[in-house]
C-alpha cells in the first residue's frame, strides 16, 4: 500500500513563496507519474501539475510560469515549487501518484494566501 504524506503548506502573503513536498513510501517501484491538486474554498478539486516517469511535465493555466514541479527520486519526494503567489491560490493541495494501476492521495496540506 503506497502512502503519500504532504508538508509545507502554511499562510504566506500575496508575492511570496512556498515549496510543498510529497514523500512517498510503501512501493518498489518508481511511479508512472505524480500529480499536485488543490481545491479551494467552494470549488471543485483541480489537477495543478504533473510530472511524468521521464520527466515530462505540464500545468495548468493558471499556475503557468509561478509553479514549477520537480522530483528527487532518491528520497521518493516530489516538490510543488510556487512563487508570486496570489489570494487565488488558496486551498488544501494534495499530491496523488499513479502506480500503475492504482492511483493514491496523499491527505493534503493547507495553503492560504493573505492579500
Keep these: 500500500q503506497v502512502?503519500?504524506?504532504?508538508?509545507?503548506?502554511g499562510l504566506v502573503q500575496a508575492g511570496g513563496s512556498l515549496r510543498l513536498s510529497c514523500v512517498a513510501s510503501g512501493?518498489?517501484?518508481?511511479?508512472?507519474?505524480?500529480?499536485w491538486y488543490r481545491q479551494g474554498p467552494g470549488k471543485e478539486r483541480e489537477l495543478?501539475?504533473?510530472?511524468t516517469r521521464a520527466g515530462g511535465t505540464n500545468?495548468?493555466?493558471?499556475?503557468?510560469?509561478?509553479?514549477?514541479?520537480s522530483r528527487?527520486?532518491?528520497k521518493n519526494t516530489v516538490y510543488l515549487?510556487?512563487?508570486?503567489?496570489?489570494?487565488?491560490?488558496?486551498?488544501?493541495?494534495?499530491c496523488r501518484?499513479?502506480?500503475y494501476p492504482t492511483y493514491y492521495w496523499g491527505q493534503g496540506t493547507q495553503v492560504t494566501v493573505s492579500s
Design 48 to 51: 495543478v501539475a504533473t510530472i
Design 59 to 69: 500545468y495548468a493555466d493558471s499556475v503557468k510560469g509561478r509553479f514549477t514541479i
Design 3 to 9: 502512502q503519500l504524506v504532504e508538508s509545507g503548506g
Design 81 to 94: 515549487q510556487m512563487n508570486s503567489l496570489k489570494p487565488e491560490d488558496t486551498a488544501v493541495y494534495y
Design 97 to 99: 501518484g499513479y502506480y
Design 72 to 74: 528527487d527520486n532518491a
Design 27 to 35: 512501493s518498489r517501484f518508481s511511479p508512472n507519474a505524480m500529480y
